[in-house]
Each structure stands twice: as C-alpha cells, then as structure tokens.
C-alpha cells in the first residue's frame, strides 16, 4: 500500500496484530463499543489477508473483469493502481440467495486522515464477469457507524490536482483519458456530497454520473460549491456532453464509446 508507504505485507501484518501506527492507524470513534469495531476490523484484516495486488502480468478475474469494461489500456501500460487488489475466493452472502464463493475485485476505502476505515468488493465469475448474483457489488461495514461519512477510494496518489468520480471503473475510465492525473472513486451520490479532501488538493476535478434520477449531477456541482467555498479550483464535467441524446450513462461508457479526452 503506497499511500501508507508501507509494504501490503506490513499492512497486513499490523492489522493481524492489531497493531495501529499513529500516521496509518484505523480511525475509531471516542465513544464507540469495542465489540462492533473489533468485529468490522476483524472482517477487514480477513479481507486484507487474501488479497493480492493488482499485477498487469497476472492474469485472474479482476484483470480479466477491466478488460472486459474497456480498461485494458491500464494493465497493457503497467498503470494499474496501488489500491485494487484480487481475492481469488471470498465467500458471498445475501439474504434469500444460497451462500457461494467467488473470487473478488476489492478496493481499500481511506478517511480525509488517510485512516482505513472499510472496503468494497466486486464479486466476479471465473470469466472476468460480474458474479451471477443480485448483488455483485458491496461494500464492507465501515470501520464504525458514521466513518464512511468524507471517505473515498483512493486509487493513486494525489498531491495537488485530483479527478473525482463515483464508481471505480469511471475512475479508471478517467486516468485512461488522462493519465497523468490521479483518480478516487466515491462510490455513491451520497458519497460524493460529503467527500472531503486534504487540504493540499487544491485542483480538483470532478466527473458526474448521468442518472435518470439527476442525482450524480446534483451531487456533483454540491460537492464542486463546497470545495470552492474551501478556495479550492473545481472544473465539473457531465458525460451527456458526449453521450448521445436523451441517453444516461457515465464516464466510463464515454470512453467505450472510443472518447479519449474530456473539455
């Protein structure tokens, strides 16, 4: 995990110990139960544990899974990011579907502090496809009640300018068009409404969903307001500038549509 500067294996290490570096530590709540965090970090170091970083010269179902979705061009270019890794056999449950296994795209989610604090997965078929289920895509309990609240995947290294986008294969779509800037993923609407940013981000650049709904959009120009308030530089760019008409879509269906730059 480059972002921790520390190894995957020291990560992982200090999870199984239970053990929390003041600038890595797992962020926890002043007047949370111990039961309940002990519990969600338990789940978490078990997910750690099996996973397997991202290499473009590995070949499993979530390598297979981005060439399906059209970011190929990641792992022929040996850009795939620090904070994508595979989990060849992770069991799925849901309520009123029979329990199985599956191997797993999963992704660590940080806090503005840079704190893990949960995590998301995407169950995948042998083939590289979304696992037959009503759920393939799902994200681990947060650390404790509330800390998802501010928090992203954090799937390169930023310094100053920074892309935002809600799912991560848009975020990936995004570092396909320009590859220079570095890209975090929110997950949901709501999440990109209360992302917050360290204050060294000051060029930001966020990248809306359009949903029937006109949530992404929503959510999009309220997080650009607040970032400006914060003297920070936003630009918002909307897909349906490139998507054909009365269409719905996002950035990673713009660039499938063979688009590989955005104004």
């Known amino acids: 995990m480059k972002s921790f500067n520390m190894s995957f294996c020291s990560v992982t ?8 570096p003041a600038h890595i530590q797992v962020a926890r709540p002043v007047n949370a139960s111990i039961s309940d965090p002990t519990k969600r970090l338990r789940v978490l170091r078990q997910h750690l544990q099996q996973s397997k970083q991202l290499q473009s010269a590995n070949r499993n179902a979530a ?6 979705r059209g970011l190929g061009v990641l792992i022929d270019g040996n850009d795939l990011p620090d904070n994508l890794y595979f989990i060849p056999n992770l069991q799925y449950r849901n309520p009123g579907e029979r329990t199985q296994r599956f191997g797993c795209m999963f992704a660590a989610v940080h806090d503005v502090e840079a704190s893990l604090i ?3 997965r995407v169950y995948l078929s042998a083939d590289g496809k979304k696992a037959p289920v009503s759920t393939p895509k799902k994200s681990l309990p947060a650390a404790f009640e509330g800390a998802m609240h501010g928090a992203a995947v954090r799937l390169y290294p930023a310094k100053h300018s920074l892309c935002i986008t809600e799912g991560i294969e848009t975020a990936l779509a995004v570092r396909c068009m320009r590859p220079r800037l570095p890209v975090w993923a929110t997950l949901t609407a709501g999440g990109m409404r209360t992302l917050r940013l360290p204050a060294e981000i000051c060029d930001v650049h966020i990248f809306a969903d359009h949903d029937l709904s006109g949530e992404g959009a929503k959510a999009a120009h309220a997080l650009a307001a607040r970032l400006r308030k914060e003297g920070r530089q936003v630009k918002v760019y909307c897909p349906s500038y490139y998507l054909p008409a009365n269409t719905y879509g996002d950035f990673l269906d713009v660039w499938c549509m063979g688009v590989t730059s955005y104004e």
């Open 13 to 20: 290490r200090m999870l199984e110990d239970e053990r929390v």
């Open 63 to 68: 390598t297979q899974y981005l060439r399906n």
């Open 118 to 120: 949960g995590g998301h």
